[in-house]
């Protein structure tokens, strides 16, 4: 039998394999995403767009859009725990490959990364992982929906608008109070194999329901912030009143969040800024939408840069944060 005791420990081992195929997974993204802005625009009409609002405020647009990224990755560390603890930087990292792959490859399928690479570098089982995110997805869609929900009701004015939307708002709670009777008459059903899937598709749910408050705050946080930048990003490139940019906004990022958006959101994310943003005001004479689209196309470069700007920095984070 051959002496194992002196071997050098294959955990380690894996783990820098594992964040050595992060990094250069980075890179490639952010070198294909580079190359297809300069492929489908030119970085000189990027620039040339930006210059008349000044660099001043699209770099502030910029970096308030990647301060997003660091509440999201947040959102996965509270999410994970037990799996993340002290390792902030490399979720950070793992975050920003995964949202260059999802903005990147069409029709959402840059989500199936998610999992895949919560399995290699932290360990988390594919379903729990699938389950978490899916889970992540829902409270994202539901963040947008109740904002754009504000403007609606605002429009109308009337309490029956209210009440709807407040019982909108709270439904989350509801559903999550039917977690435990709903596993509970599957754990009691189940046996074997398919009782060990439940078990980790329930594990990929919040506990408690403080914890699924913390992750409904942390995720409206994220979206509040990013639609009020983006928003401020339409007024500044001209789009008025202030509804049509909030609607713009919700447009945009709804068009991202559902399953139906092209490689890297060309022409779904402009055409979902215009139709929010003239589905709540926006000047429907000619002036008027051809500074809509130019102003959707310009923030939408302004988001591909941001998540490469995100990606960037991530490499940059030290090292050891990203150690097992």
């Known amino acids: 039998m051959r002496d194992t005791a002196n071997d050098p420990p294959a955990a380690p081992a894996r783990n820098r394999m594992s964040r050595q195929r992060m990094v250069w997974l980075s890179l490639a993204c952010m070198l ?23 660099y001043g405020p699209v770099a502030a647009v910029l970096l308030l859009l990647v301060s997003t990224y660091f509440v999201r990755t947040y959102r996965l560390y509270a999410y994970f725990p037990k799996e993340t603890s002290g390792r902030f930087a490399a979720l950070f990292h793992l975050a920003q490959v995964h949202n260059l792959l999802n903005v990147m490859l069409p029709f959402r399928s840059g989500e199936m990364s998610f999992p895949l690479l919560m399995r290699a570098e932290f360990g988390v089982p594919l379903l729990r992982a699938t389950s978490a995110l899916l889970v992540m997805r829902l409270m994202d869609l539901h963040a947008l929906l109740a904002a754009g929900g504000i403007g609606l009701a605002l429009e109308h004015g009337t309490a029956s608008g209210w009440l709807a939307w407040l019982a909108f708002l709270l439904a989350p709670l509801a559903c999550f109070r039917l977690k435990r009777p709903l596993f509970g008459l599957l754990h009691r059903r189940l046996t074997g194999r398919p009782a060990r899937l439940a078990a980790e598709v329930e594990a990929g749910l919040p506990g408690r329901m403080a914890d699924f408050l913390h992750a409904l705050a942390v995720t409206a946080l994220n ?14 490139a001209g789009v008025g009143p202030l509804a049509a940019t909030f609607g713009g906004a919700l447009g945009g990022e709804l068009s991202s969040v559902l399953p139906f958006h092209a490689p890297a959101g060309v022409g779904t994310y402009p055409a979902g800024i215009a139709a929010g943003a003239m589905a709540l005001g926006a000047g429907l004479d000619a002036a008027s939408l051809d500074r809509l689209m130019k102003a959707a196309v310009g923030l939408h470069l302004v988001l591909i840069v941001s998540a490469c700007l995100g990606a960037g920095l991530a490499l940059l984070l030290p090292a050891r944060g990203r150690q097992g």
């Open 32 to 54: 294909l995403y580079a190359a297809f802005v300069h492929y489908a625009w030119g970085w000189g009409a990027v620039l040339s767009a930006w210059r008349p609002i000044g």
């Open 223 to 236: 979206w509040g912030v990013k639609v009020v930048v983006l928003a401020w990003g339409l007024s500044l």
